[in-house]
C-alpha cells in the first residue's frame, strides 16, 4: 500500500471511528510551508499524516471512547513553525488518540509508551521515542536514512524493502540503520531521515500493519512455511519473506527451479479449467448458487441461468444437481487453548467422518506452532478414524499457515475439482508467518471453499462425551464467546471462499453444522450449455435471475446480481 493511499485510509477510518468516541474536538491552525512538529502522547495512539493537500495549515483531530476530551486534556502551543502538543495521560480507559496533518516536509517528533504511533507521507525527518507501541512509518523510499534502535529486546520488524543485518550493542541494544535509493541525496532534496527508538516495540517500514502477522521474530520456517514458498504463490511467498528474510533466502537456496507447471492427481483437470467438452458443441461446468445470506439455492432450471461464451450468449441445455464426489479437508486447531480437550476432538472430527458420503476424499491435517498431515485425502473411514489418534497437541495457533499449507500443498494440485475446507478452530492466531489479508488474496483464486466452525475454546466440556449442562459453573457458557477478531476474520473466509461461517455457541451446534456443511456441498448444479467456442478452455461468464442470487464456478468465477 502507497503512503498516499495509507493515509486515505487513515483519513477514511478516523472519520468511520467519529461516532464511536464519546467526544472529542478537532482544531486547524495557520502555519508555514513547514512545520517542525513534537507530540507526546504517553497513553494514546499518534497518527501523523504529511499530505500535499495540506497547505499552510496544521489540523489537529483528538478523540477518545472514555471521558470528554476537555480544553485542557491537549494542550497545543505555537511559536513561530514550531508546532508543540502535549496530551493530558488519562490511563488506557479513557486514552485520547490523535491524529495530526502536517505540510509536507516538515519535521516530526513523537514520545509515546505503548500507543501506535503512524508517520504517513514526504516528511524531512522523523524522530520516534516509544516504550512497547508499534512504530509504523510510509514513506517514499527513494532517498531514506534510516536509524532503528531496541533497547531493551530482540528486534521485531517487518520492511517492504531489504534491510542490512542487525548489530547487537553493549547492554543488549539492538541498531539497525543504514540508507535506501539514492545516496547523495540530501535533506533540501528530498531525503527522508527515520530516527526511531523503542523498549520491546515493533518497526514497520512500508507495511500495512494490518498484513503484519503477530510474531515477527526471526525464526526457523516451520514445515507449513516451507511448503508454502514451495508452493510458489507470489503474494504467499513474498508474504514469508518479508517476515523472515533471512530464512527465507537460507531455505530458497536450497530449492530447484520453480516448475512450469503445478503437478496434478491422477484425473485431475488443468489448473484453472472451468468447463469440460462432453459433445460436439456441448460444454459443460459445475455452479453453485447462493442468496444473500450464503445459504444455498436449490430447485434451479435452464430458465433461471443465463451464460455468456466468450462474451456471446449461448442456450443452456441441462441444468442438473452436482453428484461428484467432494475432497474435503479437515483442519483442526489442536493447540495449546484445547491442549486438555483433545478426546472431544477426535469425537468431533469423527462426527464429521460419519456425515460425510463414503465417496467423497478427505484428508485431514491438525495444526498448532506447525501443521500434521494426519492423513492424505482418502475415502477410507477407518483409516482416518484410526489416524485421529495420533494427533500430537499443545503449543502456539498458527492457523493462516494451515490454511496457506492447505490451499500450496494440498488444494492447487486439485484445481478444476470440487474441493472444501472445514475448519475447526477457536480462530485466534498467533503463531503464523502469513497474515490474514494474505490468506484472503489467496483463497479468492483456489476456488475451495471455506467452512470456518470456531469454537470458543472455553466451551469444550471437562469430559470427551459433550455434557454442556454439567460444568463447575452452571453459567459459565452462557459467556463464553468467540473474540471479535475471530469472528470477523471467519465471517471473512466464508465470504471470500464462497462458504458459510458457523460460530458455535452450544456444543449441540456442531451436529447442525456438520449436517448443514454437507447439505451445502451437494446443493451445486451440472450446468451444460450450446457451445460454439474452438477453444478448450473458453470465457465462461453466469448470471441467475434470482433476486440477490451469487453464482460461482470453480475454480474462481463469481459474479453478483445487480
Same mark, same amino acid.
Given at each position: 500500500? *502507497? ?37 507526546? !502522547? ?82 524531512? *525527518? ?7 507501541? /508499534? ?22 520488524? +517487518? ?29 533540501? @532534496? ?85 468447463? &469440460? ?22 430447485? +434451479? ?36 487453548? %484445547?491442549?486438555?480437550? +483433545? ?7 469423527? @462426527? ?9 476424499? =478427505? ?27 495420533? $494427533? ?15 490451499? *500450496? ?9 470440487? /474441493?472444501?475446507?472445514?475448519? +475447526?478452530?477457536?480462530?485466534?492466531? !498467533? ?7 494474505? $490468506? ?29 449442562? $454439567?460444568? %463447575? ?9 468467540? &473474540? &471479535? ?18 460460530? =458455535? ?58
Amino acid at each position: 500500500m *502507497s503512503f498516499q493511499r495509507l493515509a486515505q485510509f487513515l483519513f477514511l477510518l478516523t472519520g468511520l471511528c467519529l461516532s464511536a468516541f464519546a467526544q472529542g474536538f478537532k482544531s486547524e491552525l495557520e502555519a508555514p510551508e513547514k512545520v517542525s512538529l513534537v507530540v507526546k !502522547n504517553l497513553d494514546g495512539r499518534v497518527s501523523v499524516v504529511a499530505s500535499e493537500e495540506q497547505q499552510k495549515k496544521v489540523t489537529i483531530d483528538a478523540r477518545s471512547t472514555g471521558l470528554e476530551v476537555a480544553p485542557d486534556d491537549v494542550k497545543v502551543v505555537s511559536k513561530g513553525g514550531t508546532f508543540q502538543i502535549d496530551v493530558r495521560p488519562r490511563g488506557e480507559k479513557n486514552r485520547i488518540d490523535i491524529v495530526v496533518t502536517i505540510p509536507t516536509r516538515s519535521k516530526v517528533e513523537v514520545e509515546g509508551q505503548a500507543g501506535a504511533v503512524d508517520v504517513i507521507g514526504s516528511v524531512e *525527518s522523523a524522530v520516534v521515542k516509544t516504550d512497547t507501541g /508499534t512504530i509504523h512509518a510510509d514513506v517514499p523510499l527513494e532517498a531514506v536514512k534510516f536509524n532503528f534502535v531496541w533497547e531493551a529486546s530482540k528486534p521485531r520488524y +517487518m520492511s517492504d524493502v531489504e534491510l542490512p543485518p542487525i548489530k547487537e550493542k553493549a547492554g543488549g541494544v539492538y541498531r539497525l540503520s543504514g540508507r535506501l535509493g539514492e545516496k547523495s541525496v540530501k535533506k533540501e @532534496d528530498g531525503l527522508v531521515a527515520l530516527d526511531f527508538r523503542t523498549q520491546r516495540g515493533v518497526v514497520l517500514l512500508n507495511i500495512d500493519p494490518e498484513r503484519a502477522p503477530a510474531d515477527l521474530r526471526e525464526r526457523p520456517l516451520t514445515q507449513a512455511a516451507q511448503s508454502i514458498v514451495r508452493g510458489g504463490d507470489p503474494s504467499l511467498v513474498e508474504a514469508i519473506r518479508k517476515v523472515s528474510p533471512k530464512m527465507f533466502g537460507d531455505y530458497a537456496k536450497t530449492l530447484p527451479p520453480p516448475e512450469k507447471e503445478p503437478s496434478l492427481l491422477k484425473g485431475g483437470t488443468v489448473p484453472g479449467r472451468l468447463v &469440460t467438452a462432453v459433445a460436439p458443441q456441448l460444454m459443460r461446468f459445475n455452479a453453485s448458487v447462493t442468496d444473500r445470506n450464503g445459504r444455498a439455492i436449490g430447485g +434451479m432450471r435452464e430458465s433461471d441461468f443465463t451464460v455468456w461464451e466468450n462474451g456471446i450468449e449461448r442456450r443452456v441445455t441441462s441444468v442438473a444437481p452436482a453428484n461428484e464426489p467432494f475432497n474435503l479437508v479437515l483442519l483442526l486447531d489442536v493447540s495449546g487453548s %484445547i491442549e486438555e480437550r +483433545m478426546d472431544f476432538i477426535r469425537k468431533a472430527a469423527r @462426527d464429521f467422518l460419519r456425515t460425510t458420503s463414503p465417496q467423497d476424499k =478427505i484428508s485431514i491435517i491438525s495444526f498448532r506452532d506447525d501443521i500434521q498431515v494426519i492423513s492424505d485425502f482418502s475415502t477410507d473411514r477407518e483409516l482416518l478414524s484410526r489416524k485421529l489418534d495420533e $494427533i500430537d497437541a499443545g503449543g502456539g495457533t498458527a492457523l493462516y499457515d494451515a490454511l496457506g499449507y492447505v490451499l *500450496s500443498e494440498q488444494i492447487k494440485r486439485l484445481r478444476g475439482e470440487r /474441493t472444501a475446507i472445514v475448519v +475447526m478452530s477457536d480462530g485466534d492466531d !498467533n503463531k503464523s508467518f502469513l497474515p490474514f489479508p494474505a $490468506i484472503l488474496d489467496a483463497l479468492s483464486e483456489s476456488g475451495a471453499l471455506v467452512y470456518p466452525l470456531y469454537v470458543p475454546s472455553g466451551l469444550i466440556p471437562e469430559a470427551s462425551v459433550p455434557r454442556p449442562e $454439567i460444568t %463447575i459453573d452452571p453459567l459459565r457458557t452462557r459467556y463464553l464467546t468467540l &473474540t &471479535t477478531r475471530a469472528d470477523e476474520e471467519g465471517r471473512k473466509l466464508a465470504a471470500a471462499s464462497g462458504g458459510i461461517y458457523y460460530p =458455535i455457541r452450544r456444543l449441540e451446534d456442531l451436529q447442525k453444522a456438520y449436517d448443514d456443511v454437507v447439505a451445502q456441498l451437494r446443493s451445486a448444479y451440472t450446468i451444460t450449455y450450446a457451445s460454439n467456442s474452438v477453444s478448450s478452455s473458453p470465457r465462461v461468464r453466469v448470471r441467475t435471475n434470482r433476486d440477490g442470487a451469487s453464482v460461482r464456478l470453480s475454480p474462481v468465477v463469481e459474479l453478483n446480481n445487480p
